[in-house]
């Protein structure tokens, strides 16, 4: 778990201090490649929750995930539909999804240690 | 072991990845709302510069017209100079010294009332065009208002909470200046029942001035549509 922690925040560290910022054609696609990636994190905290986390499966589905995804908002501005939205759209609900459920999981859990506690206590 | 290790290395270098582009965004999108702001200031800088550079070339101008005038013979400049002098000075376009009373209108002071409109607060456009309708009325031969000069074709209008005089916009306070028989002008100032009213609401002092100067109109004169008729 330290790892995400130090990578996440060397890498905030490199962002910021990087001398030049993105150029500004590919701030649309930077913003729903983050978006997916963020979509992707918060499935594998679920999943982490839930005991079923696979580095392999996490690590290829952020890549794929933002790629796809910043490919797709290119055909969309080539084709002139705004496949953008739909990415937003698909993206926002999963993540809302996601963090539903890891509130699920995380209220399960504090509620069981805490019936465990009363029952040791008894 | 090896194999979970090796994972964990490539899931911390893909966080590190996914914290760059975090903070290349977040840096982006702030650069973004800088600039829209600075190109505003650049847009406005720009038409503030091109006006100086537009009024300097009207001045020009005026300067190669007067220089033309002066290379021509005096016999024909000499009455038609003297005609024009007395014309500006009739128009309003000379400045002219002389006794009067200024006048200061200056939005209300005081704390407002409990329930008074914000409106009764303001010094508004009438205000204005009755001290100088009243001015004028009682013999004053030159006026001006925040040094615009009183002329022909001067409006005093409302623009929000500024008047427009002569197409400027003025804030309060306003100064009217006066040149005219001081006595008379302080009568009629004092006199009126308006004036009186509006002073409980916003600030309106006056006083009589020994030498007051009144500067000349310096805007634009144009008629466009008025043509002199055929008498």
């Known amino acids: 778990m330290w790892i995400v922690v130090v990578g996440l925040l060397a890498g905030i560290v490199i962002g910021l201090a990087f001398p030049i910022i993105v150029p500004l ?20 905290a679920r999943a982490g929750l839930e005991g079923k986390f ?39 609900y999963r993540i809302f999804q996601n963090l539903g459920t890891i509130r699920h999981l995380l209220v399960d859990r504090w509620i069981k240690s805490r019936s465990k506690l009363h029952q040791s206590s008894l | 072991m090896g ?22 965004q977040i840096r982006l999108v702030s650069l973004l709302n800088n600039t829209t702001r600075v190109q505003q200031g650049r847009i406005l800088t720009f ?20 220089t033309r005038i002066h290379t021509l013979p005096p016999s024909r400049v000499t009455p038609a100079a003297e005609k024009l002098a007395v014309a500006d000075r009739m128009a309003g376009l000379t400045s002219v010294v002389g006794p009067g009373v200024e006048v200061t209108l200056h939005d209300a002071t005081k704390p407002s009332y409990p329930g008074e409109p914000p409106i009764y607060q303001l010094v508004h456009d009438q205000y204005v065009l009755h001290v100088v309708a009243l001015l004028s009325a009682a013999g004053a031969t030159a006026i001006s208002i925040d040094g615009q000069r009183y002329v022909s074709t001067t409006s005093i209008f409302c623009a929000g909470p500024t008047i427009r005089i002569n197409g400027i916009n003025y804030g309060s306070p306003y100064v009217v200046l006066a040149v005219g028989p001081p006595q008379a002008l302080l009568t009629a100032l004092a006199d009126d029942p308006d004036v009186q009213g509006w002073s409980q609401l916003v600030s309106i002092s006056y006083r009589a001035e020994n030498h007051l ?11 466009n549509d008025a043509r002199p008729a055929k008498i």
């Not at chain 2, 038409?47 to 007067?66: A, F, G, P, W």
């Open chain 2, 3 to 24: 194999n979970s290790w090796r994972w964990s290395l490539i899931l911390g270098m893909v966080c590190m990845v996914l914290g760059m582009g975090l903070s290349q």
């Open chain 1, 25 to 44: 054609a590919f701030a649309q696609y930077l913003s729903i490649a983050l978006l997916a990636a963020l979509d992707t994190v918060f499935g594998g």
């Open chain 2, 213 to 223: 100067k009144v500067m000349g109109y310096r805007g634009q004169v144009q008629f």
């Open chain 2, 47 to 66: 038409l503030v510069t091109r006006t100086v550079e537009q009024n300097q070339i009207l001045e020009n101008q005026v300067t190669n017209l007067r």
């Open chain 1, 54 to 92: 696979v580095p392999a499966t996490f690590v290829t589905g952020l890549l794929t995930n933002a790629v796809l995804a910043g490919l797709l908002t290119y055909i969309g501005n080539k084709l002139g539909v705004p496949l953008y939205y739909a990415a937003l759209f698909a993206f926002g």
